[in-house]
């Protein structure tokens, strides 16, 4: 008989804390890909760094870096622009090719995918539901809940928590990713973003391989540019109340839509 340390509500250990180390995994890449407070947070945090460590080494990826550059500022500013599409795109839609009306089929898509799980995007934050780092945040947010499936529920939710994550991945990373680890990668190949570029890459490749998903090639092209959407969707609206799933994604109120 397995003893706790073997196996927790059904599932051996191992499986358990590789599923959580995944999380801390995509938890870094969104706060290395989103606003430079969250990062900086995330950096200064001795317990994650820890954590960080372990767990790229528990999956076998490329290490993360060890600290964010001083020029934070001017780095972002350089890779990423000010614009939705300036710089490297971090906006995954901008990738898709196809009618110019799909990217807003492809962000009510993604809307619909964070309402399903009781959350939405934290408001006064400027990310787009298809900014890289929100969905980062969701797959860490459905790691979680896969490794609480695992330690809590029976074979039937813990496949339903892993058919969430793949369906999510399928549509999102899986997708995009690549393209934009590459486009990353060669802009700041010896710098810390192009660490955390080799880092996103090998854990999309790694979580394709674990799902039997198929990562796009990494040549992806930019759509059409007219019309733009805007990146600041919300921008307006007051900061949320401390709290909620993380920096970008937050409980949906149930009096939201």
Do not use: N
Not at 83 to 109: I, K, M, N, W
Not at 137 to 152: I, M, Q
Not at 174 to 185: D, K, M, Q, T, Y
């Amino acid at each position: 008989m397995p003893t706790r340390s073997e196996s927790v509500g059904g599932a051996p250990r191992a499986r358990v804390e590789e599923t959580l180390a995944r999380a801390v995994v995509w938890r870094f890449l969104a706060a290395a890909l989103g606003e430079p407070g969250d990062l900086r947070a995330l950096a200064g945090d001795e317990a994650h760094r820890r954590a960080l460590a372990r767990a790229v080494q528990r999956l076998g990826l490329p290490p993360a870096p060890p600290a964010p550059p001083a020029a934070l500022e001017e780095v972002r500013a350089r890779l990423f622009g000010h614009s939705v599409r300036g710089g490297v795109c971090l906006y995954t839609s901008e990738y898709v090719g196809g009618p110019l009306f799909q990217p807003s089929h492809q962000l009510a898509d993604l809307e619909g995918w964070y309402r399903a799980f009781g959350l939405t995007r934290a408001r006064g934050r400027r990310e787009r539901a298809d900014h890289l780092a929100v969905q980062c945040e969701f797959l860490a947010f459905l790691s979680l809940r896969e490794a609480y499936a695992l330690e809590r529920e029976g074979a039937e939710g813990q496949a339903a928590a892993a058919g969430a994550l793949r369906g999510f991945l399928k549509e999102s990373l899986a997708a995009c990713g690549p393209a934009v680890a590459a486009r990353l990668e060669g802009e700041d190949r010896r710098g810390f973003y192009g660490q955390v570029a080799r880092l996103l890459r090998a854990m999309v490749r790694s979580e394709c391989r674990r799902l039997g998903l198929r990562p796009a090639p990494r040549s992806l092209a930019l759509r059409p540019p007219e019309p733009e959407l805007p990146a600041a969707c919300g921008a307006s609206e007051p900061a949320a109340e401390p709290g909620g799933a993380g920096a970008l994604l937050q409980i949906r109120s149930a009096s939201e839509p």
